[in-house]
């Protein structure tokens, strides 16, 4: 998913208001592009609220645009949530030096339900990586919508935040109990210092005799040191099935003769990972 030409996104969310709506739409935006005016920018985007009732939902029917059809249908995108992302696209579009910091001032000052909104379809907007402060300041809040907003079926983390980034949002995601497979690339976002941090994590849970999420193990595949091994070997040895494939998982998508060898020792479990009969989507976590 990458930036969306504001044609495409007119298209959209004009298809489910009236005229009248439209024709002031539009002739806010002519006045706010005309003059550079921060002022009108900033009034015509509160006054949209009182415009357009929030509980619309787009209307994505015929839709050529398969990916966007997809993320927006997931995401419960609205008009209003659109309309406003189809404002600052086009103000951007137009006169981005001008108007970045100025939308980058409206994210700053939203309120929650706005503040959902930009995180959510950060990756519609013109050069989105402008706005990874807002991206990775949301990975501080305690306010779950806020958070999920930016984690959940978000495609911006994984295009643009670094390793640190990343680490902190899937586990602030684990450590809030959150659905971790609704966070998007997380094999392709794996990394060294995300497994060794799993592991801690996970020797301080069995210490304290509490579960550990069974999807929380999934980046730790391709980075089986000894001591992961380790882990693994308890997963593969426990007398929960779940955690089994767990295992297994992880041992499979390994390269090391090491994992290999364990997972081995589970013909039946090794069997069902090359066959697809267990895997990350129809791994069932209670």
Not at 83 to 107: C, D, H, M, T, W
Not at 154 to 164: G, K, R
Not at 179 to 203: E, F, P
């Amino acid at each position: 998913m990458t930036f969306t030409d504001t044609k495409e996104l007119k298209s959209i969310v004009y298809k489910t208001l009236n005229d009248s709506t439209i024709d002031w739409i539009e002739e806010k935006m002519d006045i706010i592009i005309a003059n550079d005016s921060a002022k009108d920018l900033y009034l015509t985007y509160s006054l949209l609220s009182h415009k357009i009732n929030s509980d619309i939902l787009l209307d994505l029917e015929n839709l050529d645009n398969d990916s966007l059809s997809q993320y927006l249908s997931i995401q419960k995108a609205s008009t209003l949530q659109m309309v406003r992302i189809y404002l600052l696209s086009s103000v951007l579009e137009e006169n981005g030096e001008y108007f970045q910091p100025k939308v980058a001032n409206l994210i700053q000052v939203a309120d929650t339900g706005e503040l959902e909104t930009f995180l959510k379809f950060l990756i519609l907007l013109p050069n989105p990586e402008n706005y990874k402060q807002a991206a990775v300041e949301a990975l501080r809040t305690n306010i779950t919508r806020v958070f999920d907003a930016i984690s959940a079926y978000n495609p911006y983390p994984s295009a643009y935040f670094d390793d640190q980034q990343w680490n902190q949002m899937y586990l602030k995601a684990a450590f809030m109990q959150q659905d971790l497979s609704r966070i998007l690339d997380i094999d392709k976002r794996a990394n060294a210092d995300l497994a060794r941090i799993i592991s801690d994590y996970a020797h301080e849970r069995w210490a304290a005799s509490r579960d550990v999420d069974p999807y929380f193990w999934r980046p730790v595949g391709g980075f089986l040191d000894d001591s992961l091994l380790k882990d693994m070997k308890r997963l593969l040895q426990s007398d929960n099935p779940v955690e089994n494939a767990v295992g297994a998982l992880c041992c499979f998508r390994s390269d090391t003769s090491k994992a290999k060898a364990l997972l081995n020792e589970y013909p039946d479990l090794r069997e069902a990972a090359a066959q697809g009969k267990i895997n990350w989507s129809n791994l069932k976590v209670d």
